[in-house]
């Protein structure tokens, strides 16, 4: 009996102890978030480059599960329209120039951490996880006089080069200070998106052996709670 005595109070302080670590929460919040792309291109052989500036904004979902030690922990989902691709840096003297830009859909699915306030006040936050997108279409540009069969040869057949393959994934992750209100929610963000595919295809006898998005994201966004 005296065993049984020991062994419930022995549950019972741990179960307490858990419920004031794990802290449940059901919150969820929507809202927009709109920002700006700089975006290159992870080209083997190397091309040289200048960011290329796009716009990138859309909708997203926030639900929020717990609190552990401090640590408010949520899921993000977002659904973006984002203008990625490359500027060519000619580097000649001359006002030559070559971009294209890439117009995706976006799916990040974010683990979302922070650490501050709940309801009114700051928040620090860190979002980290997998995006998936899809090319719905793209443009080039040109500037100046030249002709490709001037350019190096070992990049002459990026000019005009269909994009092979539309579907796009990768990591993302960044950094973030939220302002808790009474009116909604206020956030501004830096992020960077690493892709893991290529835009064309990359075996031995193609063009190219990597051609893979790379973009630093400035968002701002603002959110409200509906549950």
């Known amino acids: 009996m005296k065993r049984i005595i020991a062994l419930t109070l022995a549950l019972l302080l741990t179960l307490s102890a858990k419920s004031q670590v794990e802290q449940p929460r059901q919150i969820l919040e929507i809202g927009v978030i709109g920002g700006l792309n ?12 200048k960011y290329l500036m796009g716009a990138n904004g859309g909708l997203f979902a926030r639900y929020t599960s717990e609190k552990y030690f401090g640590m408010i922990c949520a899921a993000q989902l977002e659904l973006n329209f984002s203008q990625r691709g490359w500027t060519e840096n000619f580097d000649d003297g001359t006002n030559n120039g070559y971009s294209r830009t890439l117009n995706y859909i976006e799916l990040p699915l974010l683990a979302h951490l922070s650490w501050g306030k709940e309801k009114k006040g700051f928040q620090f ?10 090319l719905m279409g793209d443009s080039e540009k040109s500037e100046g006089n030249w002709k490709a069969e001037d350019r190096p040869e070992s990049i002459r057949a990026i000019y005009g080069k269909e994009i092979e393959n539309k579907f796009d994934y990768g990591i993302t992750g960044g950094l973030g200070i939220e302002l808790k209100t009474k009116a909604g929610n206020f956030f501004i963000e830096g992020r960077y998106y690493y892709g893991l595919s290529d835009i064309y295809k990359n075996s031995k006898t193609d063009d190219f052996g990597r051609s893979a998005n790379q973009n630093i994201i400035v968002k701002l966004g603002y959110s409200v709670r509906i549950l």
């Open 125 to 134: 936050f860190i979002n980290l996880g997998p995006q998936i997108s899809f």
């Open 38 to 49: 700089l975006s290159q291109m992870d080209f083997q052989p190397d091309i040289r480059q």
